[in-house]
């Protein structure tokens, strides 16, 4: 059974950086485009970064834009998502998500993680 599992959000200060993980088991996600989701209380969720496979292109949401950097290790079928300059509108449970389409069509994710809390105080 495929399964996504994030780790690494916790609490951190406004300007402060974090490092997720997503350890996928169960199928090789290789060939898959890997992102980063977040929903904040009383908000939709959104997509603030993707990454296809091969050409490995990358969409990052406005928000996030020069402050966070996906990356995927695909011999360890691991995606990871550095948040630098974090600020309080960050907060929210991010989620690691994986699909077949391309890495900025939000719809195209059918596999999920459990979400891992991100909390930063100003």
């Known amino acids: 059974q495929e399964q996504l599992v994030e780790s690494g959000g916790g609490l951190v200060q406004a300007g402060g950086s974090l490092r997720l993980s997503c350890a996928a088991s169960?199928?090789?996600?290789?060939?898959?485009?890997m992102g980063w989701f977040r929903q904040a209380p009383g908000k939709e969720r959104e997509l603030v970064a993707g990454?296809?496979?091969?050409?490995?292109?990358?969409y990052y949401a406005d928000a996030v834009k020069g402050r966070f950097t996906i990356s995927r290790d695909n011999a360890k079928n691991a995606v990871y998502l550095q948040m630098n300059s974090l600020k309080p509108e960050d907060t929210a449970v991010y989620y690691c998500?994986?699909?077949?389409?391309?890495?900025?069509?939000?719809?195209?994710?059918?596999?999920w993680g459990q979400g891992t809390q991100v909390t930063v105080s100003s």
């Open positions: 998500a994986a699909g077949t389409g391309r890495a900025h069509d939000a719809s195209s994710y059918t596999y």
């Open positions: 169960g199928r090789t996600f290789s060939s898959y485009s």
């Open positions: 990454m296809s496979w091969r050409p490995y292109n990358t």
